[in-house]
């Protein structure tokens, strides 16, 4: 599985948009959290995995209701998350110091070994 | 690191099979056999629950590589069972109401390798006030608990 931050950013734009259910959104993210389990995900680019990782798992769960019917994060909630976690995305690039294409305990384990 | 850093997050999603208040248990049959119970000194006592502490420690350091990076920003747990649980950092809920976010929680069991996850509603007071299991169907049901950790209910 082949996985990008314009993707992730999509899938947050189409949610607000009304394009997307959050229920639908939440099942997208739970099959990359498994994809990612398995080991076949591949972030691109790399070095913005973390980023990716993180809108991922604020989709899963992003249609988490506090009462039936009644969802837990409004649209402005949704809407903030993706800027935080997201940043700027300009053509395929992302606003992010270089060099992160690996998790953090993987840079580790390279620098030790 | 501290082991105990989560409060009010105790509350497992109702995913074991316990035996609850109100199961049957057989009747023997035959008069009571009464064993001897060895007595464990105080002493022994207390340094096997230093020794279960230690491993506990250990797997968390062996383990956290793998999930901590992943679905532990917000801090992990090592429980009794033998089974660590790496909490997700909360996302927040901006809608003024007692409900400060929810996270994902990812429990992996030291020695059967299993996992497994679902999402957590906490109140601004760190309770757990609703959880949302992972199951394999896809169907999703939230259990709710009250702000003193009370079954409410399930939708």
């Known amino acids: 599985m082949h996985i990008d931050l314009q993707t992730v950013c999509r899938v947050f734009e189409d949610v607000l948009s009304g394009s997307m259910s959050r229920e639908q959104a939440d099942r997208w993210a739970y099959a990359v959290v498994q994809q990612e389990e398995a080991g076949v995900v591949t972030y691109a680019p790399p070095r913005e995995r973390e980023r990716i990782w993180a809108g991922v798992m604020y989709l899963y769960g992003v249609d988490t209701m506090k009462a039936p019917g009644e969802y837990l994060h409004s649209d402005d909630d949704i809407s903030a998350a993706m800027n935080a976690k997201l940043g700027e995305v300009v053509d395929g690039e992302a606003a992010m110091p270089r060099g992160l294409n690996q998790w953090p305990s993987q840079r580790l384990s390279g620098m030790i070994g | ?155």
Not at chain 2, 124 to 131: I, L
């Open chain 2, 1 to 155: 690191m501290t082991v105990d850093s989560h409060h009010g997050v105790d509350v497992a999603p109702p995913l074991d099979n316990r035996v609850g208040a109100d199961a049957k248990f057989e009747r023997p049959t035959s008069a009571a056999v009464v064993v001897p119970i060895k007595q464990i000194s105080p002493a022994a006592s207390r340094s096997q629950h230093l020794l279960h502490e230690l491993v506990h420690q250990i797997d968390r350091v062996f383990f956290g590589p793998f999930f901590r990076e992943k679905y532990g920003r917000g801090g992990d747990k090592a429980l009794e069972n033998d089974r660590i649980r790496y909490y997700g950092l909360i996302q927040p809920a901006n809608d003024g109401g007692e409900l400060a976010g929810r996270r994902y929680v990812h429990e992996f069991d030291t020695l059967t390798g299993c996992t497994r996850g679902w999402h957590e509603t906490v109140d601004r007071a760190g309770n757990v006030r609703q959880v949302r299991p992972e199951r394999n169907d896809g169907t999703t049901r939230h259990y709710q608990f009250d702000n003193s950790g009370r079954y409410r209910g399930s939708w």
